[in-house]
């Protein structure tokens, strides 16, 4: 299999949206610290979520009959990199509106989406994602959860883990088995639909090392689902995870997480201080920027045009979040900087950066898996 990355240019009306955004952002994050526009991708913000819905910048390209813009794949593309550059806190809303409402317009009954995708798009309603489960590691297709039928139904048990902000969200899509066995692999694997007040549902929220509780295990005991709660065809689970992580792991978030440790070092270079090795390092990294942006600007495209760009989009994740995790410490190796959360506006955004970045190469799937997927969609494997 070969894959390109052809160039594009973005369309008059997505860089008049880009105005309209940046206008937006001055207003809503002014007096914002610079520590917590660090921390954009894991920023919890209801109100703002709520705000952008108000604006059409949620679901913006889903159809207008279930609360969407039916806009462009492109125009959404500006929109999130200029909240993602500006720092702004995203957390609230996505998830639903990267990939589980798109899966629902994809695979979900017409109930579903009338129900669920206007308040998705309104900035109120938010989803969490149940993919991994503990002591699986990394393989996703070993999963253990397990859905049987009864009574027209179906009875869920098992846990999730590591499902980001699942104990602020409404509901979860999660991947289990519907049928077979573990040993079946792909075979037998189904996403359902769980609301997460549903009695037998335990969320458990896990502390990470900011002191922060982003992440969260999340039990079921003999969880009774209606019968549509299985998204789409039963059996169809692995296919439709394969579509989501495309969008996953191909938006400007993979490569815009660490942005702010960028500008630090602008900001720094623009008062006259670091020397040429400053301004070497800037260079380097804004060349990183410009390759990414136009690869993942590349993946929008195809998106656009209606294309599942799965390769394409573990190359993109893997490169993205290695130059994430590099911006840190370059801070640390050009500027001679310590982590405190205490110092200035540079020191406050390394400190954060620095305890985040680590968690940047396994969200969305680990390195050794993307270069998997890459080697076998390039036959080398």
């Not at 003999?222 to 998204?231: G, H, Q, T």
């Not at 950066?353 to 969609?377: D, H, K, M, N, W």
Request: hydrophobic share 40%.
């Amino acid at each position: 299999m070969n894959f390109r990355f052809e160039p594009l240019s973005l369309p008059p009306e997505a860089e008049n949206l880009r105005c309209e955004v940046r206008e937006f952002l001055t207003e809503a994050l002014r007096g914002m610290p610079v520590e917590r526009r660090a921390d954009t991708w894991t920023g919890f913000d209801a109100t703002f979520s709520k705000a952008l819905g108000a604006r059409g910048w949620i679901g913006m390209t889903w159809p207008k009959q279930f609360g969407g813009g039916e806009r462009s794949a492109l125009e959404r593309y500006v929109m999130l990199e200029e909240v993602l550059a500006a720092g702004a806190p995203v957390a609230a809303h996505w998830f639903a509106d990267r990939q589980s409402g798109p899966l629902l317009l994809r695979y979900g009954t017409e109930e579903q989406r009338r129900e669920l995708l206007p308040g998705m798009a309104k900035g109120e309603v938010y989803f969490a994602v149940g993919m991994s489960e503990p002591n699986v590691g990394s393989d996703v297709a070993s999963v253990r959860s397990r859905a049987k039928p009864a009574d027209g139904g179906w009875v869920l048990n098992g846990a999730k883990i590591w499902s980001t902000f699942a104990h602020l969200s409404h509901y979860m899509i999660a991947l289990v088995r519907t049928s077979g066995e573990a040993k079946d692999r792909h075979a037998g694997l189904s996403q359902v639909l769980i609301d997460l007040s549903a009695p037998g549902v335990t969320v458990r929220p896990i502390t990470d090392i900011t002191g922060g509780e982003h992440f969260n295990e999340v039990i079921f005991e003999d969880v009774r689902l209606p019968a549509s709660a299985v998204i789409g065809r039963e059996g169809d689970g692995w296919n439709q995870v394969m579509a989501e992580l495309a969008y996953e792991r191909s938006g400007p978030e993979r490569y815009l997480s660490s942005l702010q440790a960028l500008i630090q070092m602008v900001t720094v270079a623009a008062e006259g201080h670091g020397g040429d090795r400053l301004r070497v390092a800037i260079g380097k990294a804004m060349a990183h920027v410009a390759v990414l942006r136009q690869m993942s600007l590349s993946i929008a495209g195809q998106l656009q045009a209606g294309h599942a760009p799965n390769l394409e989009a573990s190359l993109v994740k893997d490169l993205g979040t290695s130059f994430e995790q590099s911006l840190p410490e370059m801070l640390h190796d050009v500027l001679g900087l310590e982590p405190s959360l205490s110092g200035g506006d540079a020191e406050r955004v390394h400190a954060n950066l620095l305890q985040l970045a680590p968690c940047f190469s396994l969200r969305g799937g680990t390195r050794e898996i993307l270069r998997g997927i890459i080697a076998r969609g390039l036959g080398l494997r």
